[in-house]
């Protein structure tokens, strides 16, 4: 598969349904808002780089089985794959907690336009999955946490942010942010 993705003649599209739908770091010919089915979108993945180190982890998405998962889906130009996916997989596969997938994914505006997208699918079987964790163990992770690409609960707003831009909601994702800026002691505040 890995072969066939790097490979193929056409333009590329990959989904992002985390940081990639605010900060993609890569050339894009077409951003169109996007459904995946099949996965859900959850902050399940124990950040040891980008947002937390191996002795104070933090907390980043990954797309878990089950559900559905509304994000973006960026074509890219054909001449651009190689150079893209190796991006990608520098950017995502650092410590390869993520298993790179092609998911069908529904494009916005026209219900029969279905593309195969590059996502990445978190590795249950990893040591860095975090499974669900309660809203009191995430914004422990995420209040804590800090990597190479900077404080992890910036990290939350900012996908919590593009999210809104784009008319969606998260809910636990909301819950989280509004939990955040409450300060230390979000137990004040009422349940969503």
């Known amino acids: 598969m890995t072969s066939d993705i790097l490979h193929s ?3 590329l599209w990959v989904f992002g349904y985390g940081s990639l739908i605010w900060n993609p770091g890569f050339e894009y010919e077409e951003r169109i808002e996007a459904k995946l089915t099949g996965a859900h979108r959850a902050l399940c993945v124990y950040s040891f780089v980008h947002r937390g180190t191996p002795q104070q982890p933090g907390l980043v998405l990954g797309l878990d089985r089950g559900g559905m998962c509304r994000g ?3 074509r890219v130009k ?3 794959r190689a150079a893209t996916l190796g991006y990608l997989r520098e950017r995502e596969q650092v410590t390869s907690v ?3 997938a092609v998911r069908n994914v529904w494009l916005k505006g026209d219900a029969e ?3 195969a997208a590059v996502c990445y699918v978190v590795d249950r079987g990893h040591a860095q999955y975090a499974g669900r964790l309660t809203l009191e163990q995430q914004i422990h992770h995420v209040r804590g946490g800090h990597g190479r ?3 992890n609960d910036e990290y939350v707003v900012s996908t919590v942010e593009a999210l809104e831009s784009l008319g969606m909601r998260d809910r636990e994702l909301h819950r989280l942010v509004e939990m955040l800026r409450a300060g230390p002691n979000p137990a004040a ?3 969503s």
């Open 98 to 100: 993520y298993l790179e």
């Open 78 to 80: 054909a001449s651009r």
């Open 189 to 191: 505040l009422p349940a």
């Open 113 to 115: 336009r279905r593309v």
């Open 9 to 11: 003649p056409d333009d």
């Open 72 to 74: 973006i889906a960026y």
């Open 149 to 151: 690409s900077g404080p």
